[in-house]
């Protein structure tokens, strides 16, 4: 099986595909900004002509898109994010119409829910920002394209190698300059929003059975851990495990969530769908992942800078 990933050295895309490369029988090519990529594309510029001349000479089964701009910037949402998901379609019916296209979404699509509410898939999409909203355009392009399309709307990823522009990611590198100093202050801002927190590694793994499991898959799939938890309660976790020994401040003025779902108190998927169409479900605690991620952020080279 011939199977391109597009993102795949960022952070989900690295995991998907290191599981995929293990999987017996699999060929497996990279595509990307990155220069060891097998094929060098970026979507948010490439046209559909292009990327469909080079989609023909890999000729994959299966085409994994994990390309996404993380809403930091309102212009490159919308060139990669809705954008580029669109002109990858258009590429595959020109140039393998009978691939399976497996699309990575985000549960920001869904914007705020009420407290206590399990959002499905059917459930009304109400992004509150750019990102949200770039996300639901690539998942609406996707969804509508006619291929074998399947997109994973995914919550928020954890564990190992989590990115210092996440929030995990950037509490961990804040703790580790920290140390176990009594005097140490974490100032992070208010943590009461509630969010549904996934391993990445649980993700990775409900895109290789995407990717892989045979026959038609419902259009869209939430990818979760299934259960809100407080960001108060994923940080003091973070910080135990890290034998943090100083204060804890919400009262800075720093954002202590993401800007891809600021101002959304509450977040959860209902992940039933997912268990039915792919016999998928979380695997790792949310204690397992912060144990993992801080495995892996004191095992780190130290060259990015604190943020």
Not at 45 to 53: H, I, K, M, V, W
Not at 94 to 117: C, K, Q
Request: aromatic share 4%; with cysteine.
């Amino acid at each position: 099986m011939r199977i391109l990933v597009l993102g795949f050295n960022g952070y989900l895309g690295g995991h998907i595909a290191g599981q995929l490369r293990a999987l017996g029988g699999v060929r497996l090519f990279g595509a990307g900004r990155a220069p060891t990529a097998d094929l060098h594309i970026d979507l948010a510029t490439a046209t559909t002509e292009q990327l469909a001349d080079a989609l023909a000479d890999f000729s994959p089964d299966a085409v994994v898109n994990c390309a996404g701009a993380l809403g930091s910037d309102p212009v490159s949402d919308a060139e990669v994010n809705a954008r580029g998901p669109a002109v990858l379609c258009g590429a595959l019916r020109l140039a393998a119409p009978a691939a399976r296209l497996v699309h990575l979404g985000s549960a920001a699509e869904y914007g705020a829910a009420g407290h206590g509410v399990r959002v499905t898939e059917s459930s009304s999409t109400r992004p509150a920002g750019t990102y949200g909203a770039t996300k639901l355009a690539g998942t609406v392009a996707v969804a509508s394209s006619g291929l074998d399309a399947v997109v994973l709307r995914v919550g928020n990823p954890v564990g190992p190698g989590a990115p210092p522009m996440s929030l995990p990611g950037r509490t961990a590198l804040r703790l580790l300059r920290a140390g176990t100093d009594p005097d140490a202050v974490l100032r992070l801002g208010e943590l009461s929003a509630y969010r549904d927190f996934v391993d990445v590694r649980d993700v990775a793994r409900a895109a290789v059975l995407a990717t892989t499991v045979p026959g038609p898959l419902p259009r869209i799939l939430n990818i979760g851990g299934g259960h809100a938890v407080p960001i108060r309660e994923l940080v003091r976790t973070l910080a135990d495990v890290a034998g943090f020994r100083g204060r804890i401040d919400e009262t800075a003025d720093a954002e202590a969530g993401s800007v891809r779902s600021a101002g959304v108190g509450w977040q959860c998927s209902d992940i039933t769908a997912a268990r039915e169409a792919l016999g998928w479900e979380p695997r790792f605690t949310l204690a397992d992942s912060l144990a993992a991620l801080w495995a892996s952020e004191t095992s780190r080279p130290r060259l990015e800078a604190m943020p």
